[in-house]
């Protein structure tokens, strides 16, 4: 597979972000995860690497190379630790790529660099307390207000949102009293009348910073809105679409943590006389395991090799985002079953992976919208839409 996608650039990368997971990641991402600590000095450690900006434009700070890049990258971290790797994949999908896609020269000068370079942390805010699978629910509302937008409303469950020096956020945009639909806008995290609540308390990605935003009589000037009014959620529906591929290189890393685990451990348990692998019950596992993967991983790969040659990946990244993640929950899952009683204890990183692994089927779009999106899809393309 690697043949098929990978040059020797990509092969490069992922020699070194493997031997930087070996060696910084993978020793402390247990600590991580119990203390919940975010984990600032390696992603001052990624910025040096050049890890925070991979397909981001060369003139705009970033390392130029492309989504099959990207997504290697964010496989490799997961192998190691999904807190790290989705602090990576969501500052870059989410908070640096809308504005690469829709900002103004000006826009793209000011803010796409530091971000880029990892100088400054990315977010992104599209979901509210009744506006998560339903986006088009939004209820944050930008008013017109003299050169700018008087903005109201929350966000909720944004990942980088602690640490971040900038957060796109959607809001529906009122003007002369009319609503001109979904809007965009680019908030400085030192804004007057932003506010973030304390990190949330999660089951999985413990060392990710994740919070609630809340918006009082914040003041934005119209140069930060990202497009045009009513063109800010089409932005970020197809930043969304982008955000698929990172998800399923998530999944595709955090399955492959838990399988080599599971492989090690069954080469190396002994039961009735015998290494556990094996028993048939104990191999077919791992048999199933690693060709979910092999299948997850092509599909990943399949997508971000599309949208590199700027093809429609709707239905492509949803079928990789989908079949990824109910992959990692699966392996996850077995990888338990294959240790047994230690699989359930923190000492042998398991159950770590399985509590990382549920939330890949939730965001980004549950199962459930990736069904309806692939849905749609085919049967437009049935009868020729």
């Given at each position: 597979m690697?043949?098929?996608?990978?040059?020797?650039?990509?092969?490069?990368?992922?020699?070194?972000?493997?031997?930087?997971?070996?060696?910084?990641?993978?020793?402390?991402?247990?600590?991580?995860?119990?203390?919940?600590?975010?984990?600032?000095?390696?992603?001052?450690?990624?910025?040096?690497?050049?890890?925070?900006g991979i397909p981001i434009p060369k003139e705009l700070g970033g390392a130029g190379m492309d989504m099959v890049a990207y997504a290697a990258a964010v496989m490799e971290l997961a192998i190691a630790d999904a807190s790290v790797a989705i602090t990576m994949a969501a500052h870059t999908s989410l908070g640096t790529i809308p504005i690469v896609i829709a900002g103004t020269e000006e826009q793209k000068k000011k803010y796409v660099p530091p971000l880029a370079s990892g100088q400054m942390i990315g977010a992104f805010g599209l979901t509210e307390q009744e506006a998560g699978s339903d986006a088009g629910a939004t209820k944050?509302?930008?008013?017109?207000?003299?050169?700018?937008?008087?903005?109201?409303?929350?966000?909720?469950?944004?990942?980088?949102?602690?640490?971040a020096g900038l957060i796109n956020i959607t809001s529906r945009i009122i003007e002369a009293g009319e609503d001109r639909g979904i809007g965009a806008f680019i908030v400085p995290t030192d804004t007057e009348g932003l506010k973030l609540s304390a990190k949330e308390k999660k089951m999985g990605w413990r060392a990710s910073d994740t919070r609630q935003l809340f918006f009082e009589d914040m003041y934005v000037p119209a140069e930060n809105m990202l497009g045009t009014p009513g063109k800010g959620f089409k932005t970020f529906l197809?930043?969304?679409?982008?955000g698929r591929i990172s998800v399923a290189a998530l999944s595709v890393g955090t399955a492959i943590g838990a399988y080599e685990r599971a492989l090690k451990y069954a080469t190396e348990r002994k039961a009735f006389g015998k290494e556990i692998h094996e028993f048939q019950a104990v191999s077919f596992k791992l048999a199933d395991m690693a060709t979910e993967i092999e299948a997850a991983k092509l599909l990943t790969?399949?997508?971000?090799?599309?949208?590199?040659?700027?093809?429609?990946?709707?239905?492509?990244?949803?079928?990789?985002?989908?079949?990824?993640?109910?992959?990692?929950?699966?392996?996850?899952?077995?990888?338990?079953?294959?240790?047994?009683?230690?699989g359930y204890v923190k000492e042998y990183d398991v159950e770590r992976y399985f509590r990382d692994a549920k939330i890949l089927e939730i965001g980004e779009g549950t199962s459930e919208i990736q069904r309806i999106i692939i849905a749609k899809n085919i049967l437009n393309a049935v009868k020729g839409l």
């Open positions: 690697d043949k098929m996608f990978f040059t020797d650039e990509h092969n490069m990368l992922v020699e070194m972000i493997r031997d930087f997971a070996k060696n910084e990641i993978i020793p402390i991402a247990q600590k991580l995860d119990e203390s919940e600590e975010f984990p600032k000095g390696l992603v001052k450690q990624m910025s040096e690497l050049g890890l925070m944050t509302t930008a008013v017109k207000n003299g050169s700018g937008y008087t903005i109201n409303g929350g966000k909720m469950f944004i990942t980088n949102a602690g640490e197809k930043t969304l679409t982008g790969f399949h997508a971000a090799w599309m949208k590199d040659q700027g093809m429609n990946i709707i239905k492509e990244a949803a079928m990789a985002k989908l079949f990824a993640s109910e992959t990692a929950m699966r392996t996850t899952t077995e990888a338990i079953q294959i240790l047994g009683g230690y």
